[in-house]
């Protein structure tokens, strides 16, 4: 394989963000007097973009619009520290760079980037595309023909690394090969439970 590029989703790859993810819904549900989130509400929310999320746990809210004010009302900066950073995910960053570009690919939308400075990690990939530089968020394909045209490569080059549904279609719409990460029933082409595999894993694909 004539790999290249090395691509990553956000939540549930590089951090493990559900506990994050659960306490900002949550209390956005509390605020409008509504129950906590199912399971299966959780789930969805990991891998959708916030506005489809909110959507989706308020299905029948009179006002959709007043609800994304008060989220975009929220300090997320509050939530952040709850997201815990991947063990030895620095370590696999630093193996992959300078050989291969690193690029995400997420639909976190407007709190992408203080994800990033906060934990420090924007220096260690090239390119970062959330569901606010895109018109179409994932799994369409279009955060990663941004990627394809930033480093100037073809599919076949690159592969990236999911955890849900949404990044399985999503590499299958690109026609990029899929890393499942921690997740065994993806129909992905590769499988890791752990960053530390993460230099076998190149090794065996460069070979």
Known sequence: MKLKVVAFDCDGVLFDSRASNITFYNHILKYFQRPPMGESAVDYVHAHTVYESLAYIFPDHPDLEEVI????????GQFIPLMLQEPHLIEFLQFLRPQFGTAVA???????????EHHRLRDYFDIIISAQDVAHPKPHPESFLRIFHYFGIEPEEAIYFGD??????FARNCGVKLVAFRNPRLD??????SFAQGPELIRHLID
């Open 106 to 116: 997420t639909n976190r939308t407007t709190t992408t980037k203080a994800v990033f």
């Open 164 to 169: 849900s549904l949404v990044d399985q279609e």
């Open 188 to 193: 992905a082409d590769y499988y890791l439970d």
């Open 69 to 76: 004010r008060y989220c975009r009302s929220l300090d997320y």
